[in-house]
């Protein structure tokens, strides 16, 4: 009887271990095409399912992460050049569109060796975060101007993290999931015409708790934007209180009318040498109006970036991105400034947040290393 029993269950692990991976292989966040060809490389996600089944406001709603992705697959160690991503939100089938204001956003990083650590690539200007993209309601696509690009190397694994979003749906369930597309070019490809390398910078505007905070990033959670710090209950629609150091909050309530911030994000420009500007956009919750990049040394307005919302519904229907080839001086030694306008059409306050997302030339990277 023992051996009876004991061979049904080898059996049975032998059938449902595949059958549960395959399983998974169709229904969890997967790679779902590959295309590579000279000039160009393209990598297709799909994640996993989501259920909208109430409002979800910023930051709340059902999340995942894709770990591990390779852009190049079973190949030597080769230079890669990421030019750009764009997000869909689709059906279950992965194609039929779903309404996009279901998006909170993503965020393509580098996937780090050791939970909490933040992976500095090599030969690259630092950065303080591990993100290369980010995108955000009204802005579901980047696309670098064109011989630029963020340099990574094809034995650096990436992880992708997506999250949903619901200000307006109150009917049956909505089942979706995310369709990426990550745009890259191979080194070897453009050897003729060499591309010009781009760092990030994330610029955060916030309202202080207390006293100054010496931090300068957002950071929390298991993965690069899946929280900004501990959950507390009053400074925003889903209260992360603690987010920029314990001192101030990246996500705030503003009051209804006009409301205008002016916040010094020089220490988050972290310059490590003079250079230049090339690509720019940002993120503002809804009724926010603009966001303005000020150079404050010289006085002078640097980039102005607008937001437009629905009108049938609420959410951020377009934020407007700045690019360049020639680009805009940025010098170390300069001090900056984040303008931000809001206004609240209604009687009771909102929540808010303002995110400059800037791209600049790398001056210490080295392709022939």
Known sequence: MRKVARRTLLVVLAIGI????????????????????????????????????????????????HHDIRLVEDSPKELLWLTGIDCKIVAPDGESQRPQDFFCHSNLTFRSAKKDEIYQPPGRAHTPDSRLFTLIPGRMAIDLPAGFGVPVYSDEALDYLTMSLNLNHRGAPVKLKFKTEIHFVRDVDVKSSPMKPLFRRALYAYEQIGKESPHSMCMGGDNAGAACGPFI????????????????????????????????????MELPFDTTGHYVTAHLHPFGKSVELIDKTDNKSLVTLHASDYDDRLGVREMEQWSSIEGVPLAKDHHYELLTTYYNPTDKPIDAMSIVYVYALDKTFNVSR
Request: proline share 5%; no cysteine; charged share 15%.
């Open 233 to 268: 209950g009053k400074a925003a629609s889903n209260a992360f209180l603690a987010s920029l150091g314990k001192t101030n909050t990246v996500h705030w309530l503003i009051p209804p009318g006009r409301y205008e911030s002016h916040v010094d994000i020089t220490n988050q």
């Open 18 to 65: 595949p059958l549960m991976a395959w399983i998974a292989s169709i229904t969890g966040d997967r790679v779902i095409a590959r295309e590579i060809t000279a000039g160009k490389g393209n990598v297709t996600l799909l994640s996993r399912g989501y259920t909208i089944d109430r409002l979800y406001q910023s930051m709340e709603g059902p999340a995942a992460v």
